[in-house]
């Protein structure tokens, strides 16, 4: 039998989306689009992101879009909220963010 489809793919990203794993996550998305009509990345636990990790998310957007398959970033963890707004990046993946109080505790010490 071939490969059994899956409505929807979902991982957890933790740690950091820097240069140093990108290639990796990238392997992940491509690996869901395959399997999956619709792919959900939870950002809640990424407490580090960098140019690479936009560009991932930018590409991975791209390529899900490309393939006319949905992909939503959910549960933005504060550095990636932040790095979304500095970049002015937000409208472009058109995703909800909420932000959970815990994720701001501290914001502005």
Same mark, same amino acid.
């Given at each position: 039998?071939?490969?059994?489809?899956? %409505?929807?793919?979902? &991982?957890?990203?933790?740690?950091?989306?820097?240069?140093? /794993?990108?290639?990796?996550? %990238?392997?992940? @998305?491509?690996? +869901?689009?395959?399997?999956?009509?619709?792919?959900?990345?939870? +950002? $809640?636990?990424?407490?580090?992101?960098? *140019?690479? *990790?936009? %560009? #991932?998310?930018?590409?991975?957007? /791209?390529?899900?879009?490309?393939?006319?398959?949905?992909? /939503?970033?959910?549960?933005? $963890?504060?550095?990636?909220?932040?790095?979304?707004?500095?970049?002015? @990046?937000?409208?472009? &993946? *058109?995703?909800?963010?909420?932000?959970?109080? %815990?994720? #701001?505790?501290?914001?502005?010490?």
């Amino acid at each position: 039998m071939g490969d059994a489809r899956i %409505q929807l793919g979902q &991982f957890v990203i933790e740690g950091e989306l820097t240069i140093y /794993r990108v290639t990796e996550l %990238q392997q992940t @998305l491509l690996d +869901l689009l395959r399997r999956c009509d619709a792919v959900d990345a939870d +950002l $809640s636990q990424v407490n580090e992101i960098d *140019g690479a *990790g936009l %560009q #991932w998310m930018v590409a991975a957007k /791209r390529e899900a879009n490309r393939q006319h398959k949905p992909l /939503r970033f959910a549960g933005h $963890s504060r550095p990636v909220q932040e790095a979304l707004d500095l970049c002015d @990046l937000g409208a472009f &993946f *058109g995703d909800q963010v909420v932000i959970s109080s %815990q994720a #701001w505790e501290g914001a502005g010490s």
